[in-house]
């Protein structure tokens, strides 16, 4: 079964959808705050059993797979005929778009990865010798953020992926026209 650009877009769409729902997901689950567990001269946080740190990290994976997908969609050879880098970014549309699907990609990968890490990093270093300490989570509304913004960005490389085609289908009627001359 070939590759198609419309079975590629089937994949960066999928993939950046189920980046959105895990993203939300982490969101909505994540605890507000830890228990504050007081010692001999330290704080020790007891955080509830959320799955919020490893749905952020699905996340951010099928992001980056959604964005890996995109950018190879571009510049895969389709039927065995490839179009050299050139022609795709001499389109200024075509060259927008990529840049702001790869922007979008970055932003939303910080802004899941951020508050992911913090979250791993709360629930496995959970003593603290600061007696005030209140046992904070990550911040909310980034995981959100993030999910929002990884949603953005498939929908970004689909629109790049239907411009990256018509400059394919421009470029090899071209070709096939000068061919003939």
Not at 17 to 25: D, E, K, N, P, R
Not at 77 to 102: D, T
Not at 131 to 155: D, R
């Amino acid at each position: 079964m070939a590759l198609t650009p419309t079975r590629y877009a089937m994949v960066v769409a999928t993939l950046g959808i189920a980046s959105f729902t895990f993203g939300i997901l982490a969101e909505l689950k994540k605890a507000p705050a830890g228990e504050v567990v007081s010692g001999k001269g330290v704080v020790i946080c007891k955080y509830p059993s959320d799955p919020s740190v490893v749905l952020g990290y699905i996340s951010t994976a099928l992001l980056a797979a959604a964005s890996f997908a995109g950018y190879r969609s571009l510049f895969y050879p389709y039927k065995g005929k490839s179009v050299p880098q050139s022609a795709f970014f001499a389109s200024h549309w075509c060259l927008s778009y990529f840049s702001v699907a790869l922007f979008t990609s970055v932003f939303a990968a910080i802004f899941l990865i951020w508050p992911t890490v913090q979250g791993h990093i709360h629930h496995t270093k959970n003593v603290h010798t600061d007696l005030l300490f209140e046992c904070p989570t990550a911040k909310t509304g980034f995981l959100g953020g993030g999910a929002f913004a990884s949603l953005n960005s498939s929908l970004f490389w689909l629109v790049c992926l239907m411009l990256a085609t018509n400059v394919r289908e421009d470029y090899l009627d071209d070709a096939d026209k000068n061919e003939l001359i």
